[in-house]
């Protein structure tokens, strides 16, 4: 990811001529979990527009991962945001701690499903929410994963494992029942290859 200074160098001069000008934040909720900010920016027009709610929130993985048999391990769980029991790829936060992507996938991986794999592939990263938030998912394909032991639940999950065929996924998602925007294009890029 590019800090700010280096992404103004990357602009065209006609890009540049997009930007919002920031005047002004308030952090109305800053904990471990999320900074959630009011601002008030200048637009290219002169024109002032406030209040703009963005957020921050921690940096996570998605891992589309296939065990020997060549079915897809997802996990079942309760959201919240629009209180139903989600299909999904097994994904979670980056920890303070952690600064390396691929070991959170491989660590998330391991604690939801208890299945590892030696097959990586890195799809992509791209930005959670670009209209509001500034956090970025990394997506991983892993392959051939195993069973090598049973769950590690942080306190707040509670979700089902389930393996699922190609055909399977994609009805799934066709049906609307595989709700996650970002799993869906972890999805899409995986078969791609």
């Not at 998605?62 to 989600?86: H, L, M, N, W, Y």
């Not at 979670?92 to 097959?119: F, P, V």
């Not at 392959?143 to 999950?157: F, I, T």
């Amino acid at each position: 990811m590019m800090e700010d200074k280096d992404k103004d160098k990357a602009l065209s001069a006609e890009d540049k001529e997009l930007v919002w000008e920031e005047l002004s934040t308030e952090h109305i909720v800053t904990d471990e979990w999320i900074d959630f900010r009011r601002s008030s920016f200048r637009f290219p027009d002169g024109s002032i527009y406030e209040p703009y709610y963005s957020y921050t929130r921690r940096n996570y993985v998605v891992i589309v991962a296939s065990d020997e048999e060549g079915r897809f391990i997802c996990v079942k769980q309760f959201r919240q945001g629009i209180r139903e029991v989600t299909t999904e790829f097994p994904a979670g936060c980056i920890e303070d701690n952690e600064s390396d992507a691929l070991l959170t996938a491989k660590r998330e991986l391991r604690e939801e499903t208890g299945y590892e794999s030696d097959e990586w592939e890195h799809l992509i990263t791209v930005p959670s929410n670009a209209t509001i938030a500034d956090n970025y998912a990394h997506l991983y394909r892993a392959k051939n994963c195993r069973k090598v032991s049973g769950q590690d639940l942080d306190d707040m999950e509670f979700l089902n494992v389930k393996r699922y065929s190609t055909d399977e996924i994609e009805e799934l998602i066709s049906s609307g029942h595989f709700q996650q925007a970002v799993h869906m294009l972890a999805w899409l890029l995986s078969v791609r290859r």
